[in-house]
């Protein structure tokens, strides 16, 4: 088993790297400076009593603020992973791990994680397409409860599979593992994209399917396609066309608040700092997710993970959090979602039934 797990694991340091590269950055834009707010010029608040909290599966946060699924399977992965939840447990925030099947497969266990990150909530993941395979629901559940996790992600990457080398292709059946995990485990099941965006047919699909939450994960954020494409060995041009696929953040985020009302909605995919995360909220996501700008914080040698100074980050996305709601005049969460906004220039106005 240790064998045939070592390419997986190599795969996912070799990820780590690339995703640090300028050169797999997403060619689109993710859409939030397409929403702007409009300013408060007699804000009658106390920037020091603004109210950011919020509850996620169960857990109170600090800020509907997401640490979003970056890597996992080998000890580069563990230690990165080891901090994040370090700082995820400081800054009171949501951590959602890197998939899980190389560390379980390799007989790793994440169980120091829940040490590390005692009170937030902690979110699994697996891949779609491995969870259609011959023991995937076990699998599920095995990385459910080695983390002790609040839930589970199942992560839909159907174009980084096309072009990743050693990339599956056999789809047939995910849909109904997915439905299969939702009845056999215990926690809310999660399903998320990696950078190509859910649709809002998909998106109401999955809800109908039982999925407790969907995150949008649109383009303009990681491009894992540009990351399988600069694995290749051998000339990747097949795939040039392909390269920035996907539907933008922001515009999934709209079609799917709109189309799934009352339905728990995570927004991720090129949200760069607190102002994106507001906008995130703003549009009707219940829990905002940052991935690269972590990572690149925590690996400002891209060697040693640095806590510190990905909890400065994180600080400082609460601070600009904080920000957005004293320059709109809105003392918390519930009120910001009544201000006033402008998408492409124009009043827009954002239900949120």
Not at 174 to 197: H, Q
Not at 215 to 241: C, F, M, Q
Not at 327 to 341: E, I, P, Q, Y
């Amino acid at each position: 088993m240790a064998t045939r797990c070592k390419p997986a694991a190599a795969r996912k340091d070799a990820h780590i790297d690339l995703s640090m590269s300028p050169v797999t950055k997403s060619g689109v834009d993710s859409g939030f400076d397409r929403l702007s707010f409009d300013h408060c010029a007699l804000p009658d608040l106390q920037f020091a009593d603004l109210d950011l909290s919020q509850t996620f599966l169960g857990r109170p946060l600090s800020a509907p603020l997401m640490i979003g699924a970056m890597t996992g399977g080998t000890p580069r992965a563990e230690a990165i992973n080891a901090a994040l939840a370090e700082v995820a447990q400081s800054q009171k925030i949501a951590f959602a791990v890197g998939s899980q099947r190389a560390a379980l497969e390799l007989g790793r266990s994440a169980k120091n994680l829940r040490f590390l990150a005692p009170d937030i909530p902690i979110i699994g993941n697996l891949g779609a397409v491995q969870l259609a395979q011959g023991g995937g629901v076990a699998l599920a559940q095995a990385a459910i409860e080695d983390l002790e996790a609040d839930a589970i992600a199942i992560h839909l990457n159907p174009l980084q599979e096309l072009i990743q080398p050693e990339g599956e292709r056999d789809w047939r059946g995910v849909s109904v593992a997915i439905e299969a995990l939702v009845k056999a485990v215990n926690v809310p099941v999660i399903v998320k994209e990696v950078g190509a965006g859910i649709n809002a047919d998909i998106a109401a699909q999955l809800f109908d399917m039982g999925v407790s939450a969907v995150d949008v994960a649109g383009a303009g954020g990681t491009n894992w396609a540009r990351i399988e494409a600069a694995r290749h060995k051998a000339d990747a041009s097949l795939y040039d066309p392909f390269l920035d696929w996907g539907m933008t953040t922001i515009d999934c985020l709209l079609a799917v608040t709109a189309r799934c009302k009352g339905r728990l909605v995570i927004a991720s995919g090129g949200v760069r700092h607190g102002l994106d995360v507001m906008r995130g909220y703003w549009l009707g996501a219940d829990m905002v997710s940052v991935a690269g700008p972590m990572l690149r914080h925590l690996l400002n040698d891209n060697k040693t993970p640095a806590a510190k100074d990905l909890d400065a980050f994180v600080e400082q996305i609460h601070e600009q959090m904080r920000m957005t709601l004293f320059l709109t005049g809105a003392d918390n969460l519930k009120t910001f979602r009544d201000v006033a906004a402008r998408l492409d220039g124009l009043r827009f106005n954002q239900t949120h039934d």
